[in-house]
């Protein structure tokens, strides 16, 4: 199993980014996705994640509102599209999927299996 995450930036505050994240090497659709970000310095905290439905959603506290994720089925990626971004969501962000399928959407990093490599948003003040 294999995921790219792609998309990052350089953005102004108050701008806007889509991150995707691709995986391969297994039906996907049957999966929860994840997203996490580490800045310089920080340990790797959780930003949303999507149960293998995609009826289900959860947020960190300091995204929610402006970050939305949801999965394209006929892309077969799951996205992460960030609004209203702040200096502080400068960060590597990481998609990463659990081993066990029919997942529910999880905050904590140990419920995933299998992570991308990180792609770098830069918000500017």
């Known amino acids: 199993v294999q995921l790219q995450a792609y998309g990052g930036g350089l953005v102004q505050a108050g701008g806007s980014l889509t991150l995707s994240c691709a995986i391969s090497?297994?039906?996907?659709?049957?999966?929860?996705v994840g997203w996490f970000r580490q800045a310089p310095g920080k340990e790797r905290e959780f930003v949303a994640a999507i149960s293998w439905t995609g009826s289900n959603t959860i947020y960190a506290d300091s995204v929610r509102g402006r970050f939305t994720i949801a999965r394209d089925d006929i892309k077969k990626t799951t996205n992460l599209q960030m609004n209203s971004l702040k200096p502080e969501d400068t960060a590597v962000y990481y998609c990463?999927?659990?081993?066990?399928?029919?997942?529910?959407?999880?905050?904590?990093?140990?419920?995933?299996?299998?992570w991308g490599q990180g792609t770098q948003v830069t918000v500017s003040s």
């Open positions: 090497g297994r039906t996907s659709s049957f999966f929860a």
């Open positions: 990463a999927t659990p081993h066990t399928r029919f997942s529910t959407a999880e905050p904590e990093s140990t419920r995933y299996d299998y």
